[in-house]
């Protein structure tokens, strides 16, 4: 019989990251599931090595093979990194 892998949607970090858009940090991401889920709707740019450091330490810390506090950093370098990306302009 196979096994259950239990995953952590409810780990909290230490500290939560406040984010948002523009000047606006009006939304708590408080663990790596959070992380995970504003980066799939907010980023634009999903790509490059910021970007899936920090989801893949995030979903390491969701399979428990991580410490979940150390997903954190990582996602707040990718938060800052897409903050600077310049917007495409349109056609």
Same mark, same amino acid.
């Given at each position: 019989?196979?096994?259950?892998?239990?995953?952590?949607?409810?780990?909290?970090?230490?500290?939560?990251?406040?984010?948002?858009? *523009?000047?606006?940090?009006?939304?708590?991401?408080?663990? +790596?599931?959070?992380?995970?889920?504003?980066? =799939?709707? #907010? @980023?634009?740019?999903?790509?490059?090595?910021?970007?899936?450091?920090?989801?893949?330490?995030?979903?390491?810390?969701?399979? *428990?093979?991580?410490?979940?506090?150390?997903?954190?950093? +990582?996602?707040?370098?990718?938060?800052?990194? =897409?903050? #600077? @990306?310049?917007?495409?302009?349109?056609?």
């Amino acid at each position: 019989m196979g096994t259950v892998t239990r995953i952590g949607f409810a780990l909290h970090w230490a500290k939560p990251v406040y984010v948002g858009e *523009g000047d606006q940090l009006d939304t708590v991401v408080s663990g +790596p599931a959070d992380a995970i889920r504003w980066m =799939q709707a #907010h @980023f634009k740019h999903k790509r490059g090595l910021v970007y899936w450091r920090a989801h893949s330490l995030c979903h390491e810390a969701l399979l *428990g093979t991580l410490h979940h506090d150390f997903a954190r950093q +990582p996602f707040v370098d990718a938060w800052v990194e =897409q903050s #600077h @990306f310049e917007p495409v302009p349109e056609t």
